[in-house]
């Protein structure tokens, strides 16, 4: 299949099967006349890279979900390294709701004092 076609049937544009292919994702065959071609496989690769960055994970944190749908594997999220992405995501996601409490806390105590200071001044 051409890249239009994997990209209709993936969801994504052409832009990002190019930029996926760019980042080593995908690594279509050449045909003769040096258009790249597709398979099934690449377009269960370009959903699963769809999805792992829907989910706040960088292109290159994808590599082991690819690596791993590449060796056979009815799951991208089945092997060892695809597991300690989704805990390095989780990891990153606790860390970041850690600083987001903190700086709701920061900003109400600001609020408080700010219209307790407007009632007082």
Known sequence: MRISDLAAEAGVTVKAVRYYESQGLLKPRRE???YRAYDADDVLVVR??????SLGLTAEQTYPFIE???AGNA???VCPASLT???????DVDRR???LTDLRARLTDLLTDAESWRKNP
């Open 68 to 70: 791993c749908l590449r």
């Open 97 to 99: 709701i850690a600083e």
């Open 32 to 34: 003769a006349n040096g």
């Open 48 to 53: 699963e890279v769809k999805a792992l960055l």
């Open 85 to 91: 992405a989704y805990r390095t995501r989780i990891a």
């Open 75 to 77: 799951r991208a999220d």
